[in-house]
């Protein structure tokens, strides 16, 4: 069973920028990883993921040109920066683990283990 722990999260004035970290255990190794949110009161919603080797990465139109997703995966972790944030970002954000690197896959939230999540406010 592959563990993850999201962290990053925090509160950040519109405009601003976080990176948010999902530490893996044991390794990340051949592990394709998507992050997803989930806003109060709505439905959680796929965000970007990136393939087990790095080399293809996807983001949903709400984050696209302000996101990038990365992995290290000598220290078993994936990033996700996000710029110029905007109060519709707020959310608990959610890494987990899935089959391959997809648009389709993110969309259809078909995670097969998932961290605790963390917490981004975006407000002033």
């Known amino acids: 069973q592959l563990q993850l722990v999201e962290s990053g999260g925090g509160l950040v004035q519109p405009g601003g920028s976080l990176r948010l970290s999902c530490a893996a255990s044991?390794?990340?190794?051949?592990?394709?990883i998507g992050w997803f949110r989930q806003a109060p009161g709505k439905e959680r919603e796929g965000v970007s993921c990136?393939?087990?080797?790095?080399?293809?990465?996807n983001y949903a139109d709400s984050v696209k040109g302000r996101s990038t997703i990365s992995r290290d995966n000598a220290k078993n972790t994936v990033y996700l920066q996000i710029i110029s944030l905007k109060p519709e970002d707020t959310a608990i954000y959610y890494c987990?683990?899935?089959?391959?690197?997809?648009?389709?896959?993110?969309?259809?939230?078909?995670?097969?283990?998932w961290g605790q999540g963390t917490q981004v406010t975006v407000s002033s």
């Open positions: 987990a683990q899935i089959v391959y690197c997809s648009l389709a896959n993110i969309q259809a939230i078909s995670g097969i283990s």
């Open positions: 044991p390794t990340l190794e051949h592990y394709a």
């Open positions: 990136i393939s087990s080797s790095g080399g293809s990465t």
